[in-house]
C-alpha cells in the first residue's frame, strides 16, 4: 500500500506516492524538497515547520513547545517529528530563498596584475620542411615558448592532423607545468574563471575575464548541503552514516556548482567550455565534501582531516563542468577548523607581508580569527554556533529579502529590511544592532538579563510596550504581528540574548587567547579587519558595544571587509603568484586548539557579560 502525498510549492504541486511510516523530512529529502533544517533533523531546532493537511499522529510535548499553540492551530508541523500515516497534502509557503539571498560578495579590492595559472596563446608556427624536421610536438611547445611539457597521449593522437588543417595557426592552452589544450585558429580572446566561496551557510561566485582581469558576473546562493544540518558538524554526522549519505551530500554541492556555471554561460553569452579555471576556498568541511572525502575524523578528537594541501585537479574528476581540460584549483587549510577561507581571508588584507600586526576575525557559521604580521601568525577557531547567521535564535534567518538588518533606538524604534519589504526575521546584523541597542537602552542588563517590565519606568514609552513574555521569558518586540510578513511577531527573547552571549563570548575569549600567546598587548594591534556575511554588513559600533571585539580595539582601527574569503579567492584566480603565496600563508600560521585551553575557557566566561 502507498499513501498519496501532494506537495504545493510556489502555487506549483507535485505527487508521490510514499510508503507508510516514511519519516516526512526523510520523505522531503529524498526527492530534493528543500527546507530550513538547522538542527539536522535531531528535533532540537523547530524550524523544520511546513503547512500539513491530512491525517499525523497528535504531536508530541516537545514538538508542541517547539511550534507553539499559534503554528499549531494554522496548520504547522514540524517535518522531523512526523510520519506519513495517511494520504496528506504538505505547504511549503516560503518562497524559494535563494532568488532572494542578499550574500555578501564584495570585499578588499585589489589591483594586481593578472597572471593567472592558465595562459592561452595563439601561434602561428613555421611550416616544417627539409631543414626544419623538428616533432609535431616540439613545434606547438617551441612557439608556446619552451619550458613547458605536452604530455597528455589524447591531444598528441589528435595533434598532427588538426596544426596541418589549420595551417600551423592554432591557439594553446598552457598552465604552469604544462600544455592542457589546442584550439583551431585564434580563441585567445575567450578565456574565463571563476572563484567560488563555499561557505557552510552561503556560497558565492565570481565570473572573471582572465584576459584582462575583469569581473564579469556574482552570483550568490544559499549552499544547498543545509538540508542535511546548519552547522558542520550535523553535516559529517550526515555523511558518516552511510556512504550513500557521503554521496548525497557531494553530489549537492556539484549540483550547486554546475547550476552555477551554466547560470554565468547563459548570462554572459559565453560557453561553459570557455571557462579553465575555478578556484575554490571554503571551511575544512566544504573542501572535504567538495573533493568527496570523509571529514568524519574533522567532528572527533584529535580533529584530523584527510587532507590540509593545495589542489590542481582536472575538471573532469570532480564532475565540474567547465572546460574539460580545465583545471579546479582548491586553496591549502591549515587544519580541521581553520580552512581554505582563512587563508584566502589573510591573503586578501595582506597581512602575511605586512610589519604591523592584524587581527582578522572571520564570524561565520564558526569563527576564525588570526593575528599576526610578516613574521609570524597565530589561529583559532571557535565553536561560536551558527548564532550571527541566525539559527538557534527565535526569528532568525539568514541575509534574505525581509530579513531585519539594522535596528535604530531613536525616538521611537526603527528597523530596515532587507528588499524594503516586511520583515520575515532577523539576520545577524540585525541581531547584534538590536542586542546593542538594548544594551544602551537599559533594556538588558549587564549580565544578559531582560530587565522586567516594572524596572523600566523612566524609558521612552515606544520601548516600554515592546517589552513581553514569550514562551515564559522576558522578551522584547521588534515587529507586532500586524507589521510582519507572517502575521507572528519578530522579537528577541532572553534565550536568544544567552544565544548571542555565548557566540560573542567565545570570539572575545578567541581573540583574547591569541593576544596572550602572541605576548602583545591588544593596542599593538594596528588594524582589524572584520569579515563575514552577516545578511550586510555588521555595524561596528554595535560590534563593540556587544564587546563581540574588546574595547581597547578602538573604531578607528576596525573595518567591515565583507566576504574577504571570496576577495583571496579572487585574487587566486587572477594571479598565480597569489596562488603559490598561499602556501607560505599556510605554512606560517601557528594553529591554536582552544578545545584543550584552560586559559580560553577562563576568558571565555570572563567575556561572557556585557
Ligand atoms: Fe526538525 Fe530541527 S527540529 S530539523
Avoid at 519578530?490 to 534565550?495: E, H, R, S, W, Y
Amino acid at each position: 500500500m502507498m499513501y498519496t502525498v501532494r506537495v504545493h510549492t510556489n502555487g506549483k504541486m507535485r505527487e508521490f506516492n510514499v510508503i507508510p511510516g516514511k519519516n516526512l523530512l526523510d520523505f522531503l529529502r529524498d526527492n530534493s524538497i528543500d527546507i530550513s533544517t538547522p538542527c539536522g533533523g535531531k528535533g532540537t531546532c523547530g524550524k523544520c515547520r511546513i503547512r500539513v493537511k491530512g491525517l499525523l499522529e497528535l504531536p508530541s510535548e516537545k514538538e508542541k513547545v517547539l511550534l507553539g499553540n499559534k503554528a499549531l492551530t494554522d496548520g504547522y508541523r514540524l517535518a522531523c517529528y512526523n510520519k506519513i500515516e495517511s494520504d496528506i497534502e504538505i505547504y511549503l509557503d516560503s518562497d524559494d530563498e535563494n532568488k532572494d539571498a542578499n550574500i555578501v560578495t564584495s570585499g578588499l579590492e585589489k589591483v594586481i596584475k593578472v597572471r593567472p595559472i592558465v595562459i592561452k596563446k595563439y601561434v602561428e608556427m613555421p611550416i616544417p620542411d627539409i631543414s626544419d624536421q623538428r616533432p609535431d610536438t616540439d613545434r606547438v611547445i617551441d612557439a608556446f615558448g619552451g619550458n613547458i611539457e605536452l604530455t597528455s597521449i589524447e591531444l598528441i593522437r589528435k595533434l598532427p592532423e588538426l596544426i596541418r588543417k589549420q595551417g600551423y595557426k592554432v591557439t594553446i592552452i598552457g598552465n604552469e607545468n604544462e600544455i592542457i589544450g589546442i584550439e583551431p585558429g585564434n580563441t585567445s580572446n575567450k578565456l574565463y574563471g571563476m572563484a567560488v566561496d563555499i561557505g557552510t551557510t552561503t556560497i558565492a561566485a565570481y565570473l572573471y575575464d582572465l584576459n584582462n582581469g575583469k569581473r564579469m558576473d556574482v552570483y550568490s546562493t544559499l549552499n544547498p548541503q543545509r538540508k542535511f544540518g546548519a552547522d558542520v558538524l550535523s553535516r559529517i554526522d550526515y555523511a558518516s552514516n552511510s556512504e550513500a549519505s557521503q554521496n548525497n551530500i557531494h553530489r549537492e554541492i556539484i549540483g550547486c556548482i554546475n547550476h552555477i556555471i551554466e547560470t554565468f554561460s547563459q548570462n554572459n553569452g559565453i560557453e561553459s567550455s570557455d571557462i579553465y579555471i575555478a578556484v575554490f576556498v571554503g571551511n575544512t568541511t566544504m573542501i572535504h565534501f567538495l573533493m568527496d572525502l570523509s571529514a568524519k575524523n574533522i567532528a572527533l578528537s584529535p580533529f584530523i582531516p584527510v587532507t590540509t594541501s593545495i589542489y590542481n585537479i582536472k575538471s573532469t574528476e570532480l564532475n565540474i563542468k567547465i572546460n574539460q581540460r580545465g583545471m579546479i584549483v582548491i586553496f591549502p587549510s591549515v587544519s580541521a577548523y581553520i580552512g581554505a577561507d582563512t587563508v584566502a581571508g589573510v591573503l586578501s588584507t595582506g597581512m602575511h607581508e605586512k610589519d604591523e600586526i592584524s587581527l582578522l576575525v572571520d564570524i561565520g557559521t564558526n569563527g576564525e580569527i588570526v593575528l599576526g604580521n610578516k613574521d609570524w601568525m597565530y589561529s583559532c577557531s571557535t565553536a561560536a554556533g551558527p548564532a550571527f547567521e541566525g539559527a538557534n535564535i527565535r526569528n532568525g534567518i539568514g541575509g534574505i529579502r525581509g530579513a531585519i538588518d539594522r535596528v535604530f533606538f531613536e525616538d521611537k524604534l526603527r528597523y530596515t529590511t532587507i528588499g524594503n519589504g516586511k520583515p520575515i526575521g532577523i539576520c545577524g546584523s540585525g541581531i547584534v544592532d538590536v542586542i546593542a541597542g538594548m544594551l544602551e537602552n537599559g533594556i538588558i542588563d549587564e549580565t544578559g538579563r531582560i530587565i522586567d517590565i516594572d524596572e523600566l519606568s523612566d524609558l521612552e514609552k515606544d520601548y516600554k510596550t515592546r517589552l513581553a513574555k514569550i514562551d515564559g521569558l522576558n522578551s522584547f518586540i521588534l515587529a507586532k504581528g500586524e507589521d510582519s510578513f507572517s502575521y507572528n511577531e519578530i522579537a528577541i527573547t532572553q534565550k536568544d540574548v544567552r544565544e548571542l552571549q555565548n557566540a560573542k563570548a567565545a570570539i572575545a575569549a578567541g581573540i583574547k587567547v591569541l593576544i596572550k600567546k602572541a605576548g602583545i598587548r591588544a593596542d599593538d594591534i594596528s588594524k582589524v579587519y572584520l569579515a563575514g556575511g552577516f545578511g550586510n554588513y555588521i555595524n561596528i559600533k554595535s560590534a563593540l558595544k556587544i564587546g563581540l571585539i574588546p574595547a581597547e580595539l578602538k573604531e578607528e582601527k576596525i573595518e567591515s571587509v565583507g566576504n574577504a574569503a571570496g576577495s583571496g579567492a579572487i585574487l587566486g584566480l587572477l594571479s598565480v603568484k597569489k596562488l603559490e603565496e598561499t602556501i607560505k600563508i599556510k605554512n606560517m600560521i601557528k594553529y591554536i586548539e582552544l578545545s584543550a585551553s584552560k586559559e580560553f575557557v577562563d576568558e571565555y566566561v570572563n567575556s561572557m557579560f556585557f
